[in-house]
């Protein structure tokens, strides 16, 4: 059974038989993946099958070497193609779970190049360049190396991802033991993604890991089997957690919510949990006074719900994002739009039921966004890029995919907002070569996605090298984004990355 720190009592509702600590293992690391952000990028912790050249004596004989101010980042493979004398030796990665790390006494080469290869002043400049999966093999390279890489500084803003099978190890006698988790504190991660855990796994989670009781910001549930008590255990345990994820959930209850948030939470994301509905919101509303950033998606929530925040919230909350929320309504907008007029983003994604007026009550009403979907509205117009092009001259993020209404008339009207930075067009089968032309004088635009749009011709595409600020542009499963086309945008359009 797992030995309870000082002061820390296991909560009776949560048995524990069976399960132990796991001492210390010598690397720290696990078979986790490591996530940058929300939804962005994804690394995940890898034991490659061979040995990749790391440092080179080639690069080693470099000691003038001016690491910070290289032209381009540098990559595992970019050191190993550094070229090196036929009998030189080269510093690897050795994968053998069980062997020992190499000292730096016993690095091959002259001493000086040894000297070169730990030289922590010039390995804390190195290692920036290197991925979140790089850095978790480089760490395996010797005991200088990990002592580098293992400052929380080159971890900030990753989120180790830990599914329930990585969280245990299974004995010979056919028992339990919890892994270590003491690599993940040395590096001081503050975010956590747990998918598929129970109650008993986040209470173990939160007895082993050093930093769960004040060092972790944010916490994430995925396809979790959480109850109630779960829920109200790990927020009152992990009393740093101000950021909250709650996805696939689908054992907790309503009540669960009025008994466990916390007054701290900032930031609260719920999405695919079947038991939330309106009393969900009502809790959400009376229990989260400081709430900056809401992210709900419940296909039981209605209009009544929309109308629960309070004033306080409505002068914190900056951002609102409610992805397939399909009975809501324009009254539900109306409640929106008072209960919270200070919103700088805003997404009615997948809400099927908002029409033109709904979004003429956005645009009248929250003259401070900067980003707006309405992606999957089949009921929104060409009237209502109108609305927005005429109110919101703050926008500068634009997302319209699959709205099937809009023509070349919406269009024209975009074409007046000076401050539009990107627009989402992808699937919207009305929109022709015609329309692409009153986006050649949007200077602002970096951001282009036509993707899936069927009317566009090459001609109409080609247009779009007037666009020379164009940083990005999406003409994925287009009809008229021929080879020859590509060609052409990479002869005119050399600072724009062009997505076929």
Same mark, same amino acid.
């Given at each position: 059974?797992?030995?309870?720190?000082?002061?820390?009592?296991?909560?009776?509702?949560?048995?524990?038989?069976?399960?132990?600590?796991?001492?210390?293992?010598?690397?720290?690391?696990?078979?986790?993946?490591?996530?940058?952000?929300?939804?962005?990028?994804?690394?995940?912790?890898?034991?490659?099958?061979?040995?990749?050249?790391?440092?080179?004596?080639?690069?080693?004989?470099?000691?003038?070497?001016?690491?910070?101010?290289?032209?381009?980042?540098?990559?595992?493979?970019?050191?190993?193609?550094?070229?090196?004398?036929?009998?030189?030796?080269?510093?690897?990665?050795?994968?053998?779970?069980?062997?020992?790390?190499?000292?730096?006494?016993?690095?091959?080469?002259?001493?000086?190049?040894?000297?070169?290869?730990?030289?922590?002043?010039?390995?804390?400049?190195?290692?920036?360049?290197?991925?979140?999966?790089?850095?978790?093999?480089?760490?395996?390279?010797?005991?200088?190396?990990?002592?580098?890489?293992?400052?929380?500084?080159?971890?900030?803003?990753?989120?180790?991802?830990?599914?329930?099978?990585?969280?245990?190890?299974?004995?010979?006698?056919?028992?339990?033991?919890?892994?270590?988790?003491?690599?993940?504190?040395?590096?001081?991660?503050?975010?956590?993604?747990?998918?598929?855990?129970?109650?008993?796994?986040?209470?173990?989670?939160?007895?082993?890991?050093?930093?769960?009781?004040?060092?972790?910001?944010?916490?994430?549930?995925?396809?979790?089997?959480?109850?109630?008590?779960?829920?109200?255990?790990?927020?009152?345990?992990?009393?740093?957690?101000?950021?909250?994820?709650?996805?696939?959930?689908?054992?907790?209850?309503?009540?669960?919510?009025?008994?466990?948030?916390?007054?701290?939470?900032?930031?609260?994301?719920?999405?695919?949990?079947?038991?939330?509905?309106?009393?969900?919101?009502?809790?959400?509303?009376?229990?989260?006074?400081?709430?900056?950033?809401?992210?709900?998606?419940?296909?039981?929530?209605?209009?009544?719900?929309?109308?629960?925040?309070?004033?306080?919230?409505?002068?914190?909350?900056?951002?609102?994002?409610?992805?397939?929320?399909?009975?809501?309504?324009?009254?539900?907008?109306?409640?929106?739009?008072?209960?919270?007029?200070?919103?700088?983003?805003?997404?009615?994604?997948?809400?099927?039921?908002?029409?033109?007026?709904?979004?003429?009550?956005?645009?009248?009403?929250?003259?401070?966004?900067?980003?707006?979907?309405?992606?999957?509205?089949?009921?929104?117009?060409?009237?209502?890029?109108?609305?927005?092009?005429?109110?919101?001259?703050?926008?500068?993020? !634009?997302? +319209?995919?699959? &709205?099937?209404?809009?023509? /070349?008339? %919406? $269009?024209?009207? *975009?074409?007046? @907002?000076? #401050?539009? =930075?990107? !627009?989402? +067009?992808?699937? &919207?089968?009305?929109?022709? /070569?015609? %329309? $692409?032309?009153? *986006?050649?004088? @949007?200077? #602002?635009? =970096?951001? !282009?996605? +036509?993707?899936? &749009?069927?009317?566009?011709?090459?001609? %109409? $595409?080609?247009? *779009?090298?007037?666009?020379?600020?164009?940083?990005? !542009?999406? +003409?994925?499963? &287009?009809?008229?984004?021929?080879?020859?086309?590509?060609?052409?945008?990479?002869?005119?359009?050399?600072?724009?990355?062009?997505?076929?």
């Amino acid at each position: 059974m797992s030995n309870p720190r000082n002061g820390d009592t296991k909560p009776p509702c949560l048995p524990r038989n069976g399960l132990v600590k796991i001492p210390t293992q010598p690397n720290g690391l696990g078979s986790a993946s490591i996530t940058k952000g929300t939804p962005a990028v994804k690394n995940r912790l890898c034991q490659p099958s061979s040995v990749p050249a790391i440092l080179s004596p080639a690069l080693a004989h470099r000691s003038d070497l001016p690491i910070p101010s290289l032209a381009s980042p540098l990559s595992l493979a970019t050191l190993a193609s550094v070229s090196s004398p036929p009998s030189a030796s080269l510093v690897g990665l050795n994968t053998s779970e069980g062997s020992e790390q190499p000292s730096p006494e016993r690095l091959p080469g002259s001493p000086s190049e040894r000297q070169l290869a730990v030289d922590e002043k010039i390995l804390n400049r190195l290692f920036w360049y290197f991925s979140a999966c790089e850095k978790c093999v480089l760490a395996q390279v010797c005991k200088a190396w990990r002592r580098v890489l293992y400052q929380p500084k080159f971890w900030v803003g990753l989120t180790p991802v830990l599914h329930t099978k990585e969280l245990y190890n299974i004995l010979p006698g056919g028992e339990k033991e919890f892994v270590s988790l003491q690599g993940f504190a040395i590096r001081g991660f503050d975010s956590f993604c747990l998918v598929g855990v129970s109650d008993l796994d986040i209470c173990e989670f939160i007895d082993n890991y050093p930093l769960s009781k004040k060092g972790v910001k944010s916490m994430s549930l995925k396809r979790s089997t959480i109850t109630d008590a779960g829920l109200e255990v790990m927020l009152e345990q992990m009393q740093g957690v101000v950021r909250l994820e709650l996805s696939g959930c689908n054992d907790f209850t309503e009540a669960g919510l009025w008994s466990s948030l916390n007054a701290r939470i900032t930031a609260l994301s719920v999405s695919d949990c079947i038991n939330v509905a309106d009393d969900a919101i009502a809790a959400i509303s009376q229990l989260l006074p400081n709430l900056t950033e809401l992210n709900l998606q419940a296909y039981h929530v209605t209009d009544t719900a929309l109308a629960y925040f309070t004033a306080k919230q409505g002068y914190t909350t900056h951002t609102l994002r409610l992805n397939s929320c399909w009975e809501i309504t324009n009254h539900g907008v109306v409640n929106m739009v008072h209960s919270l007029p200070n919103l700088s983003v805003l997404s009615l994604s997948g809400c099927s039921k908002v029409t033109d007026d709904g979004v003429e009550l956005v645009a009248e009403n929250l003259r401070k966004l900067r980003s707006l979907d309405l992606s999957w509205c089949p009921r929104i117009t060409d009237m209502a890029l109108e609305y927005i092009a005429c109110d919101l001259h703050k926008l500068e993020e !634009l997302v +319209l995919d699959r &709205c099937v209404r809009i023509t /070349d008339t %919406g $269009l024209s009207y *975009l074409s007046t @907002m000076s #401050s539009l =930075r990107s !627009l989402y +067009l992808r699937w &919207c089968c009305q929109v022709q /070569d015609f %329309g $692409l032309k009153h *986006l050649l004088s @949007m200077g #602002s635009l =970096r951001l !282009l996605s +036509l993707a899936g &749009c069927p009317l566009l011709t090459t001609t %109409g $595409l080609s247009g *779009l090298v007037q666009l020379q600020e164009l940083e990005e !542009l999406e +003409l994925t499963n &287009c009809p008229g984004a021929t080879p020859e086309l590509f060609k052409y945008f990479s002869q005119h359009l050399p600072c724009c990355m062009v997505i076929e």
